[in-house]
């Protein structure tokens, strides 16, 4: 029962968390979007609606007592190892480049809450979970995904921010490091560097996951 309560809250942590947050950041940004609609075109808000919509599945379960598809399960360790990335990206490589101007309230919760909800719930909520370790491979599909849509708006122009036809410093394909090569500044190597590293550390994070999942289920 306690394991129940525990994953409730957290699922509405995750949930409060991003219907807070993501209102926030439009509001904060529509001035300088011109439109609200300008931060759905970032992998944070996507990330965010998409653990907020598996956490209310989660919740709707949890209500009405029906066993979640073993699908379920998958999908909610691969957007868990998404949000996952939202949280470290924004904290070890964004930040330090924001400054001060990182830490408001809609980074806080979109950026720290909800993604440290999502890992614990996933821990909580995944004792019933046959997860196989073939499935890490599945987490690449989110940040490829994205990378594609950022590449498309890349080459058609699209405004992700005034000025920026890129949503983050690492996929600006224009940059002086280009495709792939270097730079002494921002952003030190190439977009296609950067994807490579970023997929390489999610089947890291994903297959630790499932490895700490197993451990944890063979000690209780």
């Known amino acids: 029962m306690k394991t129940k309560i525990l994953s409730a809250f957290l699922k509405c942590a995750v949930v409060l968390g991003a219907a807070i947050g993501i209102p926030l950041s439009v509001i904060a ?8 609609k300008s931060v759905f075109m970032f992998f944070t808000v996507q990330s965010n609606i998409l653990m907020a919509l598996i956490c209310m599945a989660g919740l709707i379960f949890m209500v009405t007592g029906k066993k979640p598809a073993p699908w379920w399960y998958v999908l909610k360790y691969v957007s ?31 950026h720290v809450v909800v993604p440290v909800a999502a890992i614990a719930d996933f821990y909580v909520s995944s004792a019933e979970a046959k997860i196989s370790r073939k499935a890490v491979f599945l987490v690449t599909i989110p940040p ?14 699209w405004q992700f921010a005034p000025g920026y036809n890129y949503p983050y410093f690492f996929l600006n394909w224009g940059s002086p490091a280009g495709a792939f090569g270097f730079s002494k500044g921002l952003p030190f190597m190439g977009t296609g560097w950067w994807i490579v590293a970023i997929l390489i550390f999610l089947l890291g994070i994903g297959y630790l996951y499932l490895y700490t999942l197993d451990k944890c289920k063979k000690k209780n």
């Not at 868990?80 to 990182?102: D, E, K, R």
């Not at 490829?144 to 122009?157: D, E, P």
């Open 29 to 36: 940004n529509e001035a300088a979007f011109m439109s609200g």
């Open 80 to 110: 868990t190892v998404a949000i996952t990335l939202t949280g470290i990206v924004f904290c070890f490589v964004l930040a330090p480049t924001l400054g001060s101007h990182a830490w408001n309230v809609q980074n806080i919760l979109t």
């Open 144 to 157: 490829i995904l994205y990378a594609i849509y950022a590449g498309i708006g890349f080459a058609l122009n």
